[in-house]
């Protein structure tokens, strides 16, 4: 029989509570995470020109945006708050307006340089979106940093949004809604199933967000990058111009435990904004310019800024705020649903109460 000396028997007590200890750490992390109601703003008059984003100006945003959020002496420590080598981190990209509002190679490749600073290896960080040929055409596969992985969920949109491939059968929110075609009957119609990229292959995910218009949920920032992003059958929640459930939807698929455990940190490259015409093509003529970053663990107070910010920049081109704005040529829906933040907020998701909030902003240039 093999008997463990005193030697051995202290290591191996030493490895079990630095394992129990890095568990404990990990499970402050997660929605709404370490600083919930906090969010940071991070604003540079030379972050982009002539849709060019500067990548100097960026690193400088995202490392004065951690070091705030966190209150870390330096930026290498703010991101070792949530990441560090032994990490499989999953960077949760946007491809849907393009080519005018998408994640930016500049804001990406910087956030995964920081992501090594920390400890985390390069085929330990995987960029993802739910559609391959979105991804593609995008073309976030051809500025990835050597040896980052990406991966999609599916190919392209199945007619039901059923297909199972990148999907997990075991973890799913039902909801009673359903697609003209569906059936009823079949529970499996009334399920969104997270994609396995989010129950299998990382253990944290960093939530790369867009601010931008959506036509039946008001805005698609931190809450919806998420809930149409991680799972499928995502159509059901805005069928038609009358058929919106965005408003209840978007909440439920956030609330699962698995999107809320691994999901521990939210950043919004506002570099490049919409606020109308979202959230495809024809956000075209709303871009502007906003030169702004925002970072936070609470993608509800995240949202809640962002609504904001929205609906000031609508009320200077003299167009109505999201949650009484109408249908138009470019906004299809009777009425958008910004009201899920604030559903969100019920849930325990985040902060959605505007008082409530602890909103930093920060001027660098």
């Known amino acids: 029989m093999f008997t463990l000396g005193r030697r051995e028997l202290l290591a191996s007590a030493l490895l079990g509570a630095a394992t129990k200890l890095r568990a404990a750490e990990d499970r402050k992390l997660g929605i709404p995470g370490p600083y919930p109601g906090r969010v940071v703003a991070v604003s540079h008059s030379g972050s982009i020109a002539g849709r060019q984003y500067n990548r100097e100006a960026v690193r400088?945003?995202?490392?004065?945006?951690?070091?705030?959020?966190?209150?870390?002496?330096?930026?290498q420590d703010a991101w070792r708050v949530f990441f560090q080598k032994g990490d499989v981190v999953?960077?949760?990209?946007?491809?849907?307006?393009?080519?005018h509002v998408i994640s930016a190679p500049e804001v990406v490749q910087e956030i995964i340089a920081c992501l090594r600073e920390s400890g985390v290896e390069a085929r330990d960080i995987?960029?993802?979106?739910?559609?391959?040929?979105?991804?593609?055409?995008?073309?976030?596969?051809?500025?990835?940093?050597?040896?980052?992985?990406?991966?999609?969920?599916t190919d392209q949109t199945?007619?039901?949004q059923l297909d199972m491939?990148?999907?997990?059968?075991?973890?799913?929110v039902e909801l009673p809604l359903l697609l003209p075609k569906a059936n009823p009957s079949d529970r499996h119609h009334r399920r969104s199933y997270l994609a396995k990229f989010i129950t299998k292959d990382i253990n944290k995910m960093i939530n790369?967000?867009?601010?931008?218009?959506?036509?039946?949920?008001?805005?698609?920032?931190?809450?919806?990058?998420?809930?149409?992003g991680l799972v499928n059958n995502v159509s059901r929640s805005h069928v038609s111009a009358s058929n919106n459930s965005c408003n209840t939807f978007i909440p439920a698929i956030v609330d699962h435990p698995i999107i809320r455990q691994k999901v521990v940190l939210n950043i919004t490259d506002a570099v490049l904004a919409a606020y109308h015409g979202g959230p495809g093509r024809k956000v075209e003529k709303y871009v502007w310019a906003h030169k702004t970053m925002y970072f936070s663990t609470d993608p509800v107070a995240m949202d809640?800024?962002?609504?904001?910010?929205?609906?000031?920049?609508?009320?200077?081109?003299?167009?109505?705020?999201?949650?009484t704005a109408l249908m138009d040529d470019d906004s299809r829906f009777i009425?958008?649903?910004?009201?899920?933040?604030?559903?969100?907020?019920?849930?325990?998701?985040?902060?959605?109460?505007?008082?409530?909030?602890?909103y930093r902003p920060f001027t660098l240039a």
């Open 60 to 75: 400088a945003m995202l490392r004065k945006g951690m070091m705030e959020l966190t209150g870390a002496p330096s930026w």
């Open 90 to 99: 999953g960077l949760k990209l946007n491809p849907v307006g393009r080519p």
């Open 126 to 153: 995987i960029a993802y979106d739910r559609y391959k040929r979105e991804f593609l055409d995008a073309g976030f596969d051809k500025w990835l940093p050597q040896g980052v992985r990406w991966m999609a969920a």
């Open 158 to 160: 199945h007619p039901l």
């Open 165 to 172: 491939d990148g999907y997990d059968g075991d973890q799913y």
């Open 208 to 228: 790369l967000c867009l601010l931008k218009h959506h036509q039946s949920a008001g805005i698609t920032l931190a809450l919806k990058n998420m809930s149409h």
């Open 304 to 323: 809640r800024i962002g609504w904001k910010v929205l609906d000031e920049k609508r009320t200077e081109m003299g167009m109505k705020p999201l949650a």
């Open 335 to 358: 009425r958008m649903q910004p009201e899920h933040v604030e559903i969100a907020g019920l849930l325990g998701l985040g902060e959605a109460d505007m008082a409530r909030i602890d």
